[in-house]
Nanobody, 113 residues
Framework: QVQLVESGGGLVQPGGSLRLSCVVS????????MGWYRQALGKQRELVAV???????DYADSVKGRFTMSRDNAKNTLYLQMNNLKPEDTAVYYC???????WGQGTQVTVSS
């Protein structure tokens, strides 16, 4: 059974940082592209960042220069380092295995003073 489990969300002040993690089990992690998505209240889910099996990354314009996505294939873990957080980054963040139906349960990130 494939499972994706996110962690690391929380409440942070504007300008602060958080690191999200996503542990993948039940599948060969290293061969798949992975994505971080987010969904704010009342809005559609949007792509934040994607990392390919070879390690190259792409980011949404709204997070470029502030977020960094990485992966540790030995640990079957995906990361999203989020710096200089803004109130508009507030959302539930999900990890997703590209091309599959598998999603994590989400982790809430709230940026507020």
């Amino acid at each position: 059974q494939v499972q994706l489990v996110e962690s690391g969300g929380g409440l942070v002040q504007p300008g602060g940082s958080l690191r999200l993690s996503c542990v993948v089990s039940g599948r060969i992690f290293s061969i798949y592209g992975m994505g971080w998505y987010r969904q704010a209240l009342g809005k559609q889910r949007e792509l934040v960042a994607v990392i390919r099996s070879g390690g190259s990354t792409d980011y949404a314009d709204s997070v470029k220069g502030r977020f960094t996505m990485s992966r540790d294939n030995a640990k079957n873990t995906l990361y999203l380092q989020m710096n200089n957080l803004k109130p508009e980054d507030t959302a539930v963040y999900y990890c997703h295995q590209v091309g599959s139906q598998y999603w994590g349960q989400g982790t809430q990130v709230t940026v507020s003073s």
